[in-house]
């Protein structure tokens, strides 16, 4: 009959299974350096391949007046024009538009067909046929609804002011067709040969100023109403001397927008365009930029694949330094691969938004939105501080690299980066994210603040900056809560801020372990001291071992009767059991605490403190009673070590490691009652040895120094909690 496997053997056995897939998908070398170089690649499609760059590998939006160049001279290789910016051309487009003149044509017969017109008037007021054709149907209509009397009176008004009306609307001030408020200064009178002469606005009249002369000729004569039907009628007999031509004046807008200069004229080759240390002006930065959209004009398709080339590698250059970075410093991250995609993943998405605000029209400097404080919390939160410092500067190097060597913003993001993972670093709640808010700010300002000075940059080009870099401040924290919120419910991933929700000794599992077994949980609330005080000494994560420290004897609670803490007022029942029968009762605490926490739903990082407090030990009081018993005849001949050792695995993490020392550092400084510092210290000592010997920290990265710093921290916190008290004097009876 086959033995059966135990609970922790059947766990690991089903994780080989699940890893064993997990490394025919994903595990796959090939397919993580497939990965790495799809990664490059993309962000090396990123950088401006297609866009104008000069030789020092600086973006033309970078050459700005005012700005220092503190590159190589450039001179020109080639002859070029310098092209004006089409922002200035567009602007003089408006002024040539707006201060075209009109052009009009003279109406030859304009006079004599409002003299005739006039005196048909004048015929029709006196009662006279007309001739057909002279006046047209609106003014007959209108004169003949006036009875005669009023016929005559108005003739005789028109008589008596004839000549002047001829004389101010066709010589003075004579009648053009368009209202004189929509002129601009100067009218241009198309003559013979077409030749133009100039003439002010103020030398004509329009229909709005010959209405109102007009109207003042029979306001006392006539009624309102009667006046505005005269005052009409001879707005239809004295046309316009000057009628606008539309086509002409069209004409002459095209010549003069034609005429617009496009270049600021011509740069020789071998010119200087700007020094090393000199700073832009107009003329040098148009130069710059003209310089260096004629050089990307030429020669294109050789020109373009040699810089997407470029880019690549350039985009290659950077990423190197986070994988050798995790290659040699974090190879737990780069063997897992889970944790590889993501890390890189989350570095990936800094230079795609920065991407797309190359290409996004607005006012407002968006750069300075890209949420790169944002991914270095989350970064630092998920995986340590120091990934996110590394995480950060590949991160910066890349936004610049994408946005054409944008040195500016890159500097702000590493550094408003660098001070929020700095700001998240030993987080323990969730309110602590938003005391970043100001630590971002505060990194992004100075920055912003200190390039613009050095740049000569005015308030009004850098209260933009800072105010899109504050709102980036308030917006990291809230997205980085949110992220973490989803990925602790969608990923098995446990960060400090959910362990935090653990540390609380009203958990079901805490208040049941004091309850069925209080021994243990007095056992477990000093171990937590110990492993929490140790962590702080050694600068490893303190909350993870105060609380793995908590959970890790929950095993004990379904058979609390079978520990020596917990056995008051009862007899031993190992006693009644054989060694081999009892060491299998021990060690089940371990798979029974697994199955608890499972059961409750404790983190993964909770859990591995239960089996890897003990590691492999051996249960030595059980064995060595059944050597004792072996060699007395009185039990089984041979003795199996393996069946007297715990399962393990062996601790794995500085947190784990201390967690292993402290439990057997408090319960053998207990037993020895050992009350000085010297037999502290003889005890610990030993323990240490013992663990060392045996192998049990061969998988833990505590250093030699960092285990005496635990030493020394077990030692002072063991003496405070075994000090002496004073023998207190009773007060005597008085008689």
């Given at each position: 009959?086959a ?13 080989h ?29 990123m ?65 004599s ?52 009306l ?8 004579p009648?053009?067709?368009?209202a ?9 009178i ?29 306001a006392?004569?006539?009624?309102m ?18 009628e ?7 004409e002459?807008?095209?010549n ?6 496009r ?9 200087v365009?700007i ?11 148009l ?27 350039h985009?290659?250059?950077i990423f ?12 737990v ?19 795609i ?13 968006l ?5 790169v ?10 995986f ?31 550094i ?38 050095e ?10 900056q ?11 924290p ?6 973490l919120?989803l990925?602790e ?15 609380s ?33 050694i ?49 089940e605490?371990?798979h ?12 993964q990082?909770i859990?591995?403190?239960i089996p890897m ?25 041979i003795?199996?070590?393996e ?31 050992a ?6 210290e ?28 635990i ?25």
């Amino acid at each position: 009959m086959a033995k059966q496997k135990t609970l922790f053997e059947q766990l690991k056995s089903a994780e080989h299974q699940e890893s064993v897939i997990e490394k025919s998908l994903f595990s796959n070398h090939g397919v993580r350096i497939a990965f790495m170089i799809i990664i490059i690649i993309l962000t090396g499609l990123m950088f401006p391949n297609q866009r104008a760059i000069n030789e020092n590998g600086e973006d033309v939006r970078q050459v700005n007046i005012g700005v220092l160049w503190m590159n190589e001279t450039i001179k020109a290789e080639f002859p070029f024009a310098i092209i004006r910016p089409e922002s200035e051309i567009e602007l003089e487009k408006e002024r040539v538009l707006k201060s075209t003149p009109i052009i009009c044509l003279n109406i030859e017969n304009a006079i004599s067909e409002a003299e005739a017109k006039l005196s048909a008037l004048l015929q029709m007021c006196e009662g006279k046929l007309l001739e057909s054709g002279i006046l047209n149907e609106t003014v007959t209509k209108n004169v003949l609804e006036f009875p005669q009397q009023k016929r005559s009176m108005i003739g005789q008004i028109v008589q008596k002011y004839r000549e002047e009306l001829i004389s101010t609307y066709y010589e003075r001030r004579p009648l053009i067709s368009v209202a004189i408020s929509s002129l601009s200064d100067t009218v241009f009178i198309r003559k013979s040969k077409g030749i133009d002469m100039p003439m002010l606005k103020s030398a004509f009249s329009d229909t709005t100023l010959m209405r109102g002369q007009l109207s003042e000729l029979f306001a006392d004569k006539l009624q309102m109403q009667e006046v505005e039907k005269v005052v009409s009628t001879l707005i239809e007999i004295l046309k316009p001397k000057y009628e606008v031509s539309k086509s002409l004046t069209q004409e002459t807008k095209s010549n003069r927008l034609a005429s617009i200069p496009r270049t600021l004229g011509i740069v020789r080759a071998g010119e200087v365009l700007i020094r090393k240390g000199e700073r832009f002006d107009r003329l040098s930065a148009l130069k710059v930029q003209s310089y260096v959209s004629n050089r990307g004009n030429s020669d294109t398709s050789t020109y373009s694949w040699s810089i997407l080339l470029g880019s690549i590698g350039h985009s290659f250059l950077i990423f190197s330094m986070m994988i050798l970075y995790l290659f040699f410093i974090r190879p737990v991250i780069f063997a897992h691969h889970q944790q590889l995609y993501g890390l890189l993943g989350i570095v990936l998405i800094a230079p795609i938004f920065s991407w797309i605000t190359v290409f996004m029209n607005s006012s407002y400097p968006l750069e300075y939105a890209v949420i790169v404080p944002a991914l270095s919390m989350l970064i630092a939160i998920l995986f340590d501080s120091r990934t996110a410092f590394y995480s950060t500067v590949v991160m910066s190097l890349l936004i610049a690299g994408v946005r054409g060597s944008d040195y500016s913003v890159g500097l702000a993001m590493m550094i408003g980066g660098m001070v929020a993972a700095y700001s998240v670093r030993d987080i323990q709640a969730r309110t602590q994210l938003f005391a970043s808010i100001i630590y971002v700010f505060i990194g992004m300002s100075v920055s912003i603040a200190s390039i613009g000075a050095e740049r000569s940059l005015s308030w009004n080009e850098m209260y933009p900056q800072l105010i899109v870099a504050g709102i980036n401040a308030v917006f990291s924290p809230i997205f980085t809560f949110g992220v973490l919120y989803l990925i602790e419910r969608v990923f098995p991933v446990t960060t400090d801020l959910k362990i935090d929700e653990y540390d609380s000794l009203e958990h079901p599992l805490l208040m049941e372990m004091n309850e069925k077994a209080p021994g243990t949980f007095q056992h477990t609330m000093t171990i937590a001291r110990l492993a929490e005080s140790a962590a702080h000494a050694i600068h490893a994560n303190a909350l993870l071992a105060k609380v793995g420290s908590l959970y890790h004897d929950i095993g004990k609670i379904p058979k609390a009767e079978y520990y020596v803490e917990n056995q008051i007022n009862i007899d031993n029942k190992h006693n009644h059991l054989p060694p081999k029968k009892s060491a299998s009762i021990i060690k089940e605490h371990v798979h029974d605490g697994i199955e608890l926490a499972r059961e409750y739903k404790l983190p993964q990082r909770i859990i591995d403190f239960i089996p890897m407090h003990h590691g492999t030990m051996l249960v030595k009081h059980f064995y060595a009673k059944a050597i004792e018993l072996s060699q007395k005849g009185e039990g089984p001949t041979i003795v199996k070590e393996e069946d007297y050792r715990y399962t393990g695995p062996k601790p794995n993490s500085k947190e784990t490691g201390i967690l292993m020392l402290a439990d057997a550092a408090e319960a053998v400084v207990r037993l020895n009652n050992a009350e000085t510092k010297e037999d502290i210290e003889v005890i610990l000592q030993g323990i240490i040895n013992d663990r060392m010997l045996d192998g049990q920290l061969d998988e833990c990265p505590l250093t030699i120094a960092e285990i005496n710093e635990i030493k020394e921290s077990f030692i002072k916190n063991l003496l405070g909690m075994r000090h002496h008290r004073i023998t207190y004097k009773e007060i005597p009876d008085k008689k």
